[in-house]
């Protein structure tokens, strides 16, 4: 079974403008932690925000935010005010348990996002 | 100063060589790990290294030897190289233990091309 879903595989948003990409888990461990990554097309893993399965508050970095809903197990990316630089693809991640799996990560399968003047 | 670096960047070979990645962290991170990002950009763990020791190895093909002379390298080694092997290569590192929140910092990747 999939444990890290992002269902929009590809996104545009205009400039300036705020954007939500989706993300979905399922796991059974009380203890995980979800992280975003950014991947522009240089091809580098740049690591963005991240939320504990036991956050009261959603994380927030500058520009993005994380919508943590744990009870639909989403933990959705906004981005507000968007910029061209922000056009690259963007990874959903999750990692279970402290010691759980060897710390490994469990990535979704991405969502390209383009940036319009 | 680099967090995490591998080298090469770019790997061009022939069908049947063998290759060798180099990776180090500078983080003093306990934890490293190889994962391989497929042509539709899905990325998927392969290996985890704690201090030296493997933790996890993914079903990965036992032509794909890693190596991990301190915690602070951990090297990938790939022999009889096949055309299915061609990707991208990460490594990565962050440090594990009873809490979940060490988000991991990536290298910037080996491209790498089976001919």
């Known amino acids: 079974a999939q444990k890290i879903t992002q269902t929009q595989p590809g996104m545009f948003v205009q400039e300036k403008e705020a954007v939500t990409l989706d993300c979905t888990y399922d796991?059974?461990?009380?203890?995980?932690?979800l992280f975003w990554y950014k991947q522009p097309s240089s091809g580098e893993m740049i690591f963005l925000i991240y939320?504990?399965?036991?956050?009261?508050q959603n994380a927030t970095e500058g520009r993005y935010s994380l919508n943590f809903q744990k009870a639909r197990k989403s933990a959705n990316l906004v981005i507000s005010a968007s910029q061209l630089g922000d056009s690259a693809m963007y990874f959903c991640?999750?990692?279970?348990?402290?010691?759980?799996?060897?710390?490994?990560?469990?990535f979704g399968q991405g969502t390209e996002l383009s940036v319009k003047p | 100063d680099t967090a995490v670096s591998q080298t090469p960047k770019y790997l061009v070979t022939q069908m049947g060589n063998d290759k060798s990645i180099k990776c180090e962290q500078n983080?003093?991170?306990?934890?490293m790990y190889w994962y391989k990002q497929d042509s539709k950009k899905f990325l998927k763990i392969m290996f985890s290294?704690?201090?030296?020791?493997?933790?996890i190895n993914e079903t990965v093909p036992n032509r794909f030897s890693p190596k991990s002379p301190d915690k602070a390298h951990l090297n990938l080694h790939i022999n009889s190289l096949e055309l299915g092997d061609s990707a991208v290569y990460f490594c990565?590192?962050?440090?594990?233990?009873?809490?979940?929140?060490?988000?991991?910092?990536f290298g910037q990747g080996t491209r790498l091309t089976v001919v």
């Open positions: 990565a590192s962050s440090n594990t233990g009873p809490v979940v929140n060490t988000e991991a910092f």
């Open positions: 796991t059974s461990d009380p203890s995980y932690g």
């Open positions: 939320q504990g399965s036991y956050d009261q």
């Open positions: 991640a999750m990692r279970e348990g402290p010691y759980n799996q060897g710390g490994k990560l469990i």
């Open positions: 983080l003093g991170h306990d934890t």
């Open positions: 290294y704690n201090n030296k020791e493997l933790i």
